[in-house]
């Protein structure tokens, strides 16, 4: 997914987003190089080092990993829905998942819990990984591998 941050109004603009299981690193790199992105920060999965150093030599120089901790799903989510998120029509897998984005239940009392359900979120991970890593206005890409 491409986005826009803007920090100072608390405005995230998403932009562009591909959507593809099972892509090599080779085919990733230039999808990312025919898309115009290969100069633009990306942030990646941190789970998949050898997958970024292995992108990197294939023309997409500025692709660092997210960067994670203990209780940064949490973290991530908090910092993201500080933000307006505002997202181009065409971008219509990540307003799907905005859209069915929920949160575990208890079930006795039928409360939520502060667990999100691993569904629906694999553009909406990608998404928390950058937010995470970007400190002003920045023009960020983000890949999950």
Not at 38 to 46: C, L, N, P
Not at 122 to 127: E, M, P, Q
């Amino acid at each position: 997914m491409a986005s826009i941050v803007d920090e100072d109004n608390k405005k995230l603009y998403i932009f562009d987003e591909f959507f593809r299981k099972g892509m090599l690193n080779n085919e990733l790199a230039q999808m990312i190089k025919d898309k115009g992105y290969s100069k633009e920060v990306i942030i990646a999965d941190s789970a998949e080092r050898k997958s970024i150093d292995e992108i990197k030599k294939l023309g997409v120089p500025r692709i660092k990993p997210a960067k994670k901790g203990h209780g940064s799903i949490m973290t991530g989510i908090q910092k993201v829905n500080q933000y307006e998120i505002i997202v181009h029509p065409n971008c219509t897998n990540i307003q799907d998942e905005l859209d069915n984005y929920s949160y575990k239940k208890d079930k006795v009392t039928g409360e939520y819990l502060n667990s999100p359900i691993d569904s629906y979120n694999h553009g909406l991970d990608a998404l928390r990984m950058s937010i995470q890593s970007v400190k002003r206005k920045a023009r960020i890409l983000t890949v999950k591998l």
